[in-house]
Nanobody, 125 residues
Framework: QVQLVESGGGLAQPGGSLRLSCAAS????????MGWYRQAPGKERGSVAL???????????DYVNSVKGRFTISRDNAKNTVYLQMNSLKAEDTAVYYC???????????????WGQGTQVTVSS
């Protein structure tokens, strides 16, 4: 069973930065599409970013419009870890952030079969 464990959440000031990590069991990071989702209070869970499966030379990624230019998703296949670097944080980025993974070889439209427990990100002065 694949396990995903997020870390790195916390409190940040507007304009600040945080880096989230998602550690995966097994070697799923290189063979699955990995995604970050978030859910704010009273709102539905929505996609933030995804990175396509592949090696170090293949880092195709996509982002929701509201985070483009501020957030960067990346992965380290050797460490089986996916990251979400969040810069220029805004109050509206406050949410629980979840890491997700498709089964190996997932193709669009991506169906995420594995989820982490979530990590809270709060942006406030």
């Amino acid at each position: 069973q694949v396990q995903l464990v997020e870390s790195g959440g916390g409190l940040a000031q507007p304009g600040g930065s945080l880096r989230l990590s998602c550690a995966a069991s097994g070697s799923i990071v290189s063979v699955s599409t990995m995604g970050w989702y978030r859910q704010a209070p009273g709102k539905e869970r929505g996609s933030v970013a995804l990175i396509i499966r592949g090696d170090a030379t293949n880092s195709a990624a996509d982002y929701v419009n509201s985070v483009k230019g501020r957030f960067t998703i990346s992965r380290d296949n050797a460490k089986n870890t996916v990251y979400l670097q969040m810069n220029s944080l805004k109050a509206e980025d406050t949410a629980v952030y979840y890491c997700a993974a498709t089964k190996p070889g997932g193709t669009p439209p991506f169906k995420y079969d594995y989820w982490g427990q979530g990590t809270q990100v709060t942006v406030s002065s």
